[in-house]
C-alpha cells in the first residue's frame, strides 16, 4: 500500500511518500520531502503566522512534486499509484494548516483517492512506527499498552495507548509547553529561534547544578505540567547581571536543560508505571534532545527495566509528513473529501 502523508501545520511543509508491506510487516519511507519557513522566524524571533502561511503556499508545489517523483517521474503516474492520502487538519495555524487540506482534498477529488484526515499530535506518536535503517524491523514492535510523551513547541503531553487509535490523554501542560519554554528562555539569552537546539548544544558546556531552578508541578499527583515559572526564575537571574558572561548562559541552559528534563521524566516514569505500559514513545521537536533522551534511558533501566523506549530519528521528531502518513496508516480512518476541514484547536 501507498501512502501520502501531507503536512503544513506551522511553518514545515511537508509531503511524503510511505509504503506500508504486510508481508515484510514494514513501514517505510519512499520520500520526505520539507521546506521550511523558519529561517524567516528566527529574524522576527517567533511565527509570525500570515507569514507561515504565505510561505506554505509558495512550498507546497514542489515539495509534492519531489515527493512524488519517487514513485514516477510523471507526475499524474506517480499520484495515481498512491492509495490513501493522509493530511493534518489540526491543531496548527489555520492559514496553514488550509495549504495542506487543500492540497489534499484537490488531489482527493481528483484521482479518487480515499482521505484520511490526522492529528497533528498523533503524527508525533506515530513516528515511532516507521522503520528507518535502524534495528526495529517489524511494525509490531512497540507494544501495547504504550505510554507517549509527546513534547513539541505547542504541546506537553502525556497520553496512554491500548491498541492503534485507542488512546487516552493523562495530562498536559497548564501554560508554556516544553519547547515553547526552551524557545521563550532563549529570547531571555538572547539566543536564535527556534532557541531549543541552540540551548541544548550551549547546555552541554555548562553545569546543570549552576542554577536551582524550579521544578514546576513536581509533587502534583497528576500528570499536568507548567513551565512558565522556570522561565520566570530565568528572567530573575538574567535581570541579576548587566551582562552575562559565556559560562553563566552555558550555565543558565544547562539549568534550564536539567530542570524541563527532570519533570518530564519523573511523570512519563509515574504514569508508566501506574499503566504498566510495554513501551514508552517519545515524540515532537524536544523529544531530539539528547540530556532528555539519555535521562529517560537512565530511569527507565533503573526502574522500568522490561519497557522498550522508542525514540524517532531527530528529522522524525520535528514536524514532517512521514509521520502524518503512518498515523494515517494505522488509524485509517477514511472520508470523503467533502467533509474534511482544518481544525486549529483539535484537542486529541
Ligand atoms: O514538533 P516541532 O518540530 O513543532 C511543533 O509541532 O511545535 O517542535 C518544535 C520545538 C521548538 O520549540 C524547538 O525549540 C524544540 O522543538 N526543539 C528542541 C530541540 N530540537 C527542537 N528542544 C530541545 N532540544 C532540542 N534538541
Ligand atoms: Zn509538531
Redesign the pocket.
Known sequence: MILLGIES??D?TGVAVLKADSTTNTLTILSNSLSSSLSLHAATGGIIPEVAAREQLKYMPQVLKDALSTLDKNEENAVKKVDAIAVTYGP?LIGSLLVGVETARTLSYLYDIPLIPVN?MLG?IYANWIQTGDKRHSISDPKFPALALV?????TDLVVLKGHGDYAVLGGTRDD????A??KI?RLLNLP?????V??TLAKKGDPKAFRFPRPMWDSKDYNFSFSGLKTAVLNEVRKSKKLSTTEISNICAST?RA?TDVLVKKTILAATEYKVKSILL??????????QASLKAAMAARLPGTMLFIPP?EL???NAAMVAAAGYFLNDKVSWKTVSPNPELYY
Open positions: 501545520s506551522c514545515e496548527g497533528h508525533h513534547v513539541s513547541g505547542g504541546h509547553a516544553a519547547g515553547e526552551f524557545d532563549g529561534y527556534p532557541a531549543g537546539p540551548i541544548a536543560e524541563i515524540g515532537g521537536g524536544v523529544a531530539a534532545n539528547e540530556s532528555l531527530k521528531c520535528t514536524d
